[in-house]
């Protein structure tokens, strides 16, 4: 199946949800979700299962967007690490954020159990290994400042039990989780249509308003009013720039080779490089299960080896379990850093009250998605919540590691808009293979070139709407990404995944575009979708 965020799938993919039809009218509604993830469908279900009347609203279908390209791990072995988040936040916040993501797990074992959800939910085992070079005592002060956020249980291993390559030192943390989180989220949604809610999916918001009522409005022009508006789009579309900078756009590869069945045991495993790497195994028939492998992770924009890293992926899985069996997936997803390791989860500073946003899931965005539909919940309805503070967007985040962090990673972002005066990346349409794209200097500006698979020429803005970056096409996925907030555009420049809620402009330039005025605009080829 074509996927609706870029041009490779996850094994996940296949298994699409049922559709829902768009939105035709303007309604009413409690409580109004943008984004039909992880995040924005835990929030519509929790707030319907308290009595909110709730509406979701989806560019695209039902977790069409990042949920749909996650390795579905569930954990509370934090990407940040325990240390680096203790330095930052304190022993009390890690012990917070340590049992936000437990509870996490726990909420969505939950409803599985509850709902009767076949997703392949499954407790087993994590294992964090150390990388070549790295000395033990990197565990030992993980495993210290694990343990004082009350981690249970966790421990150090002299070697990861069950695989022969993985002779080295580890550190156990029991009882994680995995599922299929697609399953998963048709489950949700199904049981959320079941208690009175409604969802409307190929529903594109074009603007989120604050005020009594609050207002998401469609690019149809319909338009759900609400005491409450949660933005659920991975990366909020709404308020200004000031959540950007303290958040980076990441792309992440992964690789699914098939192996037999029960040659590596099933459990989570993640290394301790930078950036790291991850796996885990996922059953694809009763003699086969795919080890899915994922890091190699870059600035979202800023890489041009994409199929490198892909190579890269399978060397190391080849080494680290002795996978030998073929490469039969490969697939990359979006992940947002924010600048102090924590996401950002509650009332967006920068709207009215009443609308909320949830961004910033640091490669943990099943879990990160799951709090905050617990928190979004609980600060809707009023309930105090000890992890409200922790996660407010509005935080001060310039402190200790993070100023060095937010310093890089904005500096970072000023050094894109070198890219308006270099030179372009061709001279000539014919140095682009059809069904690709690439610069070209026009003027005193850039344009976004697309070749089609019949070699027909489109020709568009190569600004990002957001902030004026100028975007890179992206040879795996076929897209336009920004290099600055991570904004990505298909190839005829409509948008794929926010901040930027505008396409990139089509423009006709004489002797270059086909056609005899402005490109064609072509359908796209399904719906398309904001990650969630």
């Given at each position: ?275 790291y790497h991850y796996a885990r195994l996922q059953r694809e028939s009763d003699s086969h299960d795919l080890l899915i492998v994922g890091g190699e992770d870059h600035r979202t924009g800023q890489a041009h080896d994409t ?226």
């Open positions: 199946m074509p996927s609706d965020s870029g041009a490779t799938t996850s094994p996940w993919m296949h298994e699409r949800a049922e559709g829902f039809a768009p939105l035709e009218n303007d309604v009413r509604a409690d409580v109004c979700v943008v984004g039909a993830g992880i995040t924005g469908l835990t929030t519509a279900y929790l707030l319907q299962r308290v009595g909110r009347a709730v509406v979701v609203l989806d560019a695209g279908a039902i977790g069409s967007g990042e949920t749909g390209r996650t390795t579905a791990h569930l954990s509370n072995a934090l990407d940040e690490g325990y240390c680096n988040l203790e330095r930052l936040h304190g022993e009390r916040a890690t012990r917070l954020a340590a049992e936000s993501h437990t509870a996490a797990i726990d909420q969505i074992e939950a409803i599985v159990n509850q709902e009767g959800i076949e997703c392949d939910f499954e407790r087993l085992d994590g294992y964090l290994f150390l990388a070549r070079g790295d000395s033990a005592e990197k565990l030992e002060d993980e495993l210290g400042a694990a343990l004082r956020a009350g981690v249970a249980d966790v421990r150090l291993l002299p070697r990861v039990p069950g695989v022969q390559s993985l002779a080295v030192p580890c550190m156990h943390f029991p009882r994680q989780a995995q599922f299929h989180p697609l399953r998963y989220l048709e489950g949700l949604a199904r049981a959320l249509v079941r208690d009175g809610g409604r969802v409307f999916t190929g529903t594109r918001v074009a603007e989120v308003r604050g005020g009594k009522p609050c207002r998401a409005v469609t690019e149809s022009g319909h338009t759900v009013h609400a005491d409450s508006v949660v933005v659920a789009t991975n990366v909020p579309v709404n308020g200004g720039l000031v959540i950007h900078t303290k958040l980076s756009a990441y792309r992440t590869y992964v690789i699914g080779v098939r192996i037999p069945r029960g040659s590596v045991p099933r459990a989570l495993y993640w290394d301790t490089e930078e950036p199929r490198q890293r892909f190579e890269r992926l399978e060397a190391w899985a080849r080494r680290r379990f002795g996978a030998d069996g073929p490469v039969v997936w490969r697939w990359s997803g979006q992940v947002m850093e924010p600048v102090d390791g924590l996401a950002f989860i509650g009332r967006n500073p920068l709207d009215a009250p009443h609308v909320y946003i949830a961004t910033g899931d640091a490669g943990q965005g099943m879990t990160h998605g799951t709090i905050a539909g617990m928190l979004v919940r609980d600060l809707i309805c009023g309930k105090e919540n000890p992890w409200a503070a922790l996660y407010d967007p509005g935080r001060k985040v310039l402190r200790g590691s993070a100023v060095r962090r937010y310093a890089r990673e904005n500096l970072n972002v000023a050094r894109q808009y070198a890219r308006y005066v270099r030179r372009g990346e061709v001279s000539h349409v014919e140095q682009i293979a059809p069904g690709s794209g690439a610069l070209m200097r026009h003027g005193p500006g850039k344009i976004a070139v697309y070749r089609d698979p019949a070699g027909s020429v489109h020709t568009y803005s190569a600004v990002c709407p957001h902030a004026r970056c100028i975007v890179r096409w992206n040879e795996t996925e076929e897209s336009w990404d920004c290099p600055c907030h991570g904004s990505r555009f298909d190839p005829h420049g409509h948008v794929i995944c926010g901040p930027a809620n505008a396409r990139l402009e089509p423009v006709y330039i004489e002797g270059i575009t086909d056609a005899g005025g402005l490109p064609e605009l072509p359908e796209r080829p399904g719906p398309r979708t904001r990650p969630n």
